[in-house]
């Protein structure tokens, strides 16, 4: 069984920084894109970032290029987060997923593709 558990968020003012989590089990890590998702409320989930199998390709919303940083440990199974110069509009429940051999910031071929999604973990930015 697939299990994703996201952590690290919290509260943090405008401007600040946070480091998210992801542990996945269950599956080949090494075999999976992985990618984060935010959803905001009253809003539909959106891709934030992705980085594929190898490592090798990662991709950005516009939204947090140049913000965000995405990376992977293969030793512990786990996806990073770095989230910088944090802006009220970041505030949302993030999620990581798996998402099979291929990439995608596209919410509904994430929801086709994922193995599983975790409990997501709530950032706030205070103005």
């Known amino acids: 069984q697939v299990q994703v558990a996201e952590s690290g968020g919290g509260l943090v003012q405008a401007g600040g920084s946070l480091r998210l989590s992801c542990i996945v089990s269950?599956?080949?890590?090494?075999?999976?894109?992985m990618g984060w998702f935010r959803q905001a409320p009253g809003k539909e989930r959106e891709g934030v970032t992705c980085?594929?199998?190898?490592?090798?390709?990662?991709y950005y919303s516009d939204s947090v290029k140049g913000r965000f940083t995405i990376s992977r440990d293969k030793a512990t199974n786990t996806v990073y987060l770095q989230m910088n110069s944090l802006k009220p509009e970041d505030t949302a429940m993030y999620y990581c997923?798996?998402?099979?051999?291929?990439?995608?910031?596209?919410?509904?071929?994430?929801?086709?593709?994922?193995?599983?999604w975790g409990q997501g973990t709530q950032v706030t930015v205070s103005p």
């Open positions: 997923t798996a998402l099979g051999s291929l990439c995608t910031l596209y919410y509904p071929h994430a929801l086709k593709w994922a193995a599983s």
């Open positions: 269950g599956l080949t890590f090494d075999d999976n894109a």
């Open positions: 980085i594929s199998w190898s490592g090798e390709s990662i």
